[in-house]
């Protein structure tokens, strides 16, 4: 009962935060929504035991990526967004189609599936136990990750960095 | 005890909201965070089959997709510095280079 309660309250802030995302038309706004999803998630992670995966989504997503977005969001001066009407039949199809397609599939999940159910902390996730999958059976993968993670830091400098040409066009012109 | 298929809801209207976000919105810092929102409704299912299976690689997987998730955020961010320094705009309306 406790599970079900801590789990609908979390769901519906998780939920909340999401749909104010869509609708706030400021990035930061919808930036400090996201935080919210990111942090209700965590504690519906911790529902489910996976005591490292939560700390992890605090710590890398509701930490280093949602400070990366705000710095951005401040950096670029983003002001509010400018509403371009899109056509008229993609919303007067598409809202209708997105709300169809939830309620078949939630339907679907919650009658047909006999998938049982979870109980609280139903799989504790020790440090210790990822650590021992991840650097024996998943030590390939886990290397892998660190060569895309240094690509994407050259890539991220690279690309971020004002390029010569630019700068020499711009002192030309 | 909460059935499983509750997480799967919860994971596929986190998903529905990002791909709503990403069709609708028009700043392209927005847009991005509709991707993390949907890799976030992602992590969720694959953290509540783990439980179910107990399987805890279902966890570790979560870890890669984080690792996928913040090299993607940092090279993402950088193409859109990139963008606004070449064409001074945020929205995507407005960067229709390869548009016919």
Known sequence: MLHLILFSVFGAICVAGAVNLLLQSHPINSALSLVVVMGSLAVEFLLLGAEFVAAIQVIVYAGAVMVLFVFVIMLLNAGVEERTSGSRVAWLLGIPAVLAGMVIVCWA??????????????????PAD????LFHQFLLPFEVTSILVLIAIMG???LAARSQTVERSKREG | MVPLSYYLVLSGILFACGVVGFLIKRNIITIFMSIELMLNGVNL???????RWQQLSGQVFVFFVMVVAA??????????????R??????IDQVNLLKL
Do not use: D, K, M, Y
């Open chain 2, 86 to 91: 070449t064409r001074e705009t945020l929205n």
């Open chain 1, 109 to 126: 999940l919650v009658t047909h599936s006999n998938a049982g159910s979870a109980a609280i902390g139903a799989l504790p996730g020790h």
């Open chain 2, 71 to 84: 090299a993607e955020a940092a090279v993402g961010l950088a193409i859109i510095i990139a963008l606004f």
């Open chain 1, 156 to 158: 991220a400098v690279v």
């Open chain 1, 130 to 133: 990822i650590a021992q999958l």
């Open chain 2, 45 to 51: 299912s694959f953290v509540a089959f783990a439980a």
